[in-house]
Every structure is written in structure tokens, then in C-alpha cells.
T-cell receptor, first 113, second 112 residues
Framework: DGGITQSPKYLFRKEGQNVTLSCEQNLNHDAMYWYRQDPGQGLRLIYYSQIVNDFQKGDIAEGYSVSREKKESFPLTVTSAQKNPTAFYLC????????????FGDGTRLSIL | GESVGLHLPTLSVQEGDNSIINCAYSNSASDYFIWYKQESGKGPQFIIDIRSNMDKRQGQRVTVLLNKTVKHLSLQIAATQPGDSAVYFCAENLGGNEKLTFGTGTRLTIIP
């Protein structure tokens, strides 16, 4: 089945620790995205990548970093600089960037210990 | 500015009835719109999209209407079922922009 796989489903971070969220897609999509969702709010864009080896900051990139070394993979690192990391993180992909539906994984819920 | 909002945060509908979820957008240059459904603990699921050169588009039990004059988007779900209970988001894409802007969502509850 083609789709987007996010792992782990639940993740706990200690103070001062960096954690990496995995996102893999087998849809052969060029564009990939990371969003953050807080309770009762819409999705806010953290980073996006239109093509391999290229990515751009979204609206709330501070405290996060990404890489796009392979077309299939777009991992997100939540660094210790992100002071309020508790949220539901969603990864998405689309065939190209813009004017295409984005397809989402089932998210990773990050909490602070 | 670029913003997407919803008229009602919650909506309860009797099973079997039709439901209408509304969305307002502020940027007249937005030219592509999407509706998503999100169930608890899951990622948003694509329902239907529409481009600004269309007023209406139909899918299976769903219809999206676009009124560019008043910058309004609606999602109609026919013959609602318990599985339709979820949060529904609209999203807009500003022409030439790679990003989608999402609304905060409407929670639809189907009453058995």
C-alpha cells in the first residue's frame, strides 16, 4: 500500500534533549512537509521541501531542523531550543508543491518528561 | 491578509441528514482549496479539492461549493453516517505559493 509512515507514534523528550521524528513516503512524491498541531488549532507549517536536498522554513521553524537526503525521507529534529515542543506533529507529501492535495501520515505525539 | 476561518466550531447532525460545513477565506488571490477530515489521533484525510475556475465539485456523498464573490467555501455531506463524525478542515493555496493555509476546523458530530 502506498502511503506515509510516521514513527514513533508517541515520543517523550527530556529537558535539553534533541529528538528526531521519522517520516517516510512511498508515493514517489517530490514535496514533503512538516506541520505542528496544537489542541483546537489548525496546522502550522514548520518546514517543507520541494525536492531532494532542498528545504525551506515554514511559519514556525525556530527550534526545529530537517534534512532531505532521499526523496522518500524527511526527518524532523526537535531541538532543545524549542521551548514548547509538546504537540502533535504531522508529516505530509504531495506530488509537487502547490495546487496539489497533500497526503498525511498519522502523526507523532511528542510530550515532555 | 491570508487567512482561513470557519463559521461554526461545532456542528451536530442527525444520522441520515445532510450536513453543511462552511469556511471563509480572506485572500481573493487564493485559487485552490481542499477539504480534509481528521479523526481523533490520526492525520488529516483528503476529501475533495476545487480550483477557483470551478463553482462546484462532487465526490462520493460530498459536494464542495465555492463562491468567489463572497470568498466562501462549503462542504456538503449527504446522508451522514456515524463514521462522518470528525473534525473537518478547509485549506487554501494562494496562487503561485507552495504552501497551504489551514483553518482551525469544525467538529462534526453525528447523532444516532
Amino acid at each position: 500500500d502506498g502511503g506515509i509512515t510516521q514513527s514513533p507514534k508517541y515520543l517523550f523528550r527530556k529537558e535539553g534533549q534533541n529528538v528526531t521524528l521519522s517520516c517516510e513516503q512511498n508515493l514517489n512524491h517530490d514535496a514533503m512537509y512538516w506541520y505542528r498541531q496544537d489542541p483546537g488549532q489548525g496546522l502550522r507549517l514548520i518546514y517543507y521541501s520541494q525536492i531532494v536536498n532542498d528545504f525551506q522554513k515554514g511559519d514556525i521553524a525556530e527550534g526545529y531542523s530537517v534534512s532531505r537526503e532521499k526523496k522518500e525521507s524527511f526527518p524532523l529534529t526537535v531541538t532543545s531550543a524549542q521551548k514548547n515542543p509538546t504537540a502533535f506533529y504531522l508529516c505530509a507529501s504531495s506530488r509537487t508543491a502547490g495546487h496539489q492535495p497533500q497526503h498525511f501520515g498519522d502523526g507523532t505525539r511528542l510530550s515532555i518528561l | 491578509g491570508e487567512s482561513v476561518g470557519l463559521h461554526l466550531p461545532t456542528l451536530s447532525v442527525q444520522e441520515g441528514d445532510n450536513s453543511i460545513i462552511n469556511c471563509a477565506y480572506s485572500n481573493s488571490a487564493s485559487d485552490y482549496f481542499i477539504w480534509y477530515k481528521q479523526e481523533s489521533g490520526k492525520g488529516p484525510q483528503f476529501i475533495i479539492d476545487i480550483r477557483s475556475n470551478m463553482d462546484k465539485r462532487q465526490g462520493q456523498r460530498v459536494t464542495v461549493l465555492l463562491n468567489k464573490t463572497v470568498k466562501h467555501l462549503s462542504l456538503q455531506i449527504a446522508a451522514t453516517q456515524p463514521g462522518d463524525s470528525a473534525v473537518y478542515f478547509c485549506a487554501e493555496n494562494l496562487g503561485g505559493n507552495e504552501k497551504l493555509t489551514f483553518g482551525t476546523g469544525t467538529r462534526l458530530t453525528i447523532i444516532p
